[in-house]
């Protein structure tokens, strides 16, 4: 059964400072990754997603996720938080044979200014 | 612009009654799907379906219906056997095949549904 885990219900972090938020995965073959952003009484916003190729991938609003196989994580990272990054991260995973898409908990950024 | 309109937005029940809420893609996405949002617990997959007349249970189905008679449209009914209904409940879609390119899971603004 795949699976996804993120390790922090919340991150805090200053605003300026790099960000990291963490995933790690549990799937059969090869999967697709892809990490969303929700806020307050929204759906989910795509940010960016992994498929094949270069490990590291640049999506939205300058975040980027580094793509480990051997670690099977999917992180998704920021060189500089702003304040408005506040929000309900969710990583999520679709194996290769396309069945269905299993999210994380979710983990809640804080950016504090 | 394409997209997925779910109706209605908030929508308030009394115990025993049974409720549908609607969920619309014209983004000619083959697979659709019913998430519940509760604090905490992040989205729980209730159903899916990846082609008309054709759906599967997802990990919590009991108390939930689907129908899928339209390639557009994936109701959700919400019966008095659902123990605790209130929540959030997500409609997506993404088109068969690979997500490559603009093929993402792309998601409703969401229907919240509160239990009097």
């Known amino acids: 059964a795949q699976s996804v885990a993120q390790p922090e219900d919340q991150v805090n972090v200053a605003e300026g400072n790099p960000l990291t938020v963490k995933c790690t995965y549990s799937?059969?073959?090869?999967?697709?990754l892809f990490w969303y952003v929700q806020y307050p009484n929204r759906g989910l916003q795509f940010l960016l997603k992994?498929?094949?190729?270069?490990?590291l991938v640049k999506g939205s609003y300058g975040f980027e996720a580094e793509f480990n196989k051997s670690q099977t994580s999917f992180h998704l990272k920021k060189p500089s938080a702003l304040v408005s990054d506040s929000a309900l991260y969710f990583c999520a995973v679709l194996p290769g044979g396309y069945q269905k898409v299993t999210f994380g908990t979710g983990t809640k950024l804080q950016v504090i200014p | 612009d394409g997209g997925i309109t779910q109706s209605p937005k908030y929508l308030f029940r009394k115990e025993g009654q049974n409720v549908t809420l609607s969920c619309e893609q014209n983004?000619?996405?083959?697979?659709m799907y019913w998430y519940r949002q509760d604090p905490g617990q992040g989205l729980r997959l209730i159903y899916y379906s990846q082609i008309v007349n054709d759906f599967q249970k997802g990990d919590i189905a009991e108390g939930y219906s689907v129908s899928r008679e339209k390639k557009e449209s994936f109701p959700l009914t919400v019966t008095s056997a659902q123990k605790n209904p209130t929540a959030f409940y997500l409609c997506?879609?993404?088109?068969?095949?690979?997500?490559?390119?603009?093929?993402?899971?792309?998601f409703g603004a969401g229907s919240r549904l509160t239990v009097l």
């Open positions: 997506a879609s993404i088109r068969r095949g690979p997500p490559s390119g603009a093929n993402v899971l792309t």
């Open positions: 992994y498929i094949t190729g270069d490990n």
């Open positions: 983004l000619n996405h083959d697979a």
């Open positions: 799937v059969s073959g090869n999967p697709y």
